[in-house]
């Protein structure tokens, strides 16, 4: 069974960094899209970041702040976040779409963003 591993989640204040990773068990050549969602505490599960194609699209709050890159050679997506901001704070899930149609969801790992 297909597995997305996250690593990168943390404590960081305001204005700081984290860059989140996720490797897939299987080859990332198995995925024709891969992304990044979020969810806040008490909120609904948002969309940050997409690659698809090598194109990518960022959600509007998080333009200009966060990078989403997928590295084809080591196996994994990541998503470097700068600039955080409080509201940043939440559970971020890594998610995938194989070329079968199969939709793969990650565990989650938990940013915490302090003011």
């Known amino acids: 069974q297909v597995q997305l591993v996250e690593s990168g989640g943390g404590l960081v204040q305001a204005g700081g960094s984290l860059r989140l990773s996720c490797a897939p068990t299987?080859?990332?050549?198995?995925?024709?899209?891969m992304g990044w969602y979020r969810q806040a505490p008490g909120k609904q599960r948002e969309w940050v970041a997409i690659t698809r194609d090598g194109i990518t699209n960022y959600a509007d709050f998080v333009k200009g702040r966060f990078t989403i890159s997928r590295d084809n050679a080591k196996n994994t997506v990541s998503l470097q976040m700068n600039g955080l901001k409080p509201e940043d704070t939440a559970v971020y899930y890594c998610?995938?779409?194989?070329?079968?149609?199969?939709?793969?969801w990650g565990q989650g790992t938990r940013v915490t963003v302090s003011s």
């Open positions: 299987a080859n990332i050549s198995s995925f024709n899209v």
């Open positions: 998610y995938a779409v194989g070329y079968n149609g199969i939709n793969y």
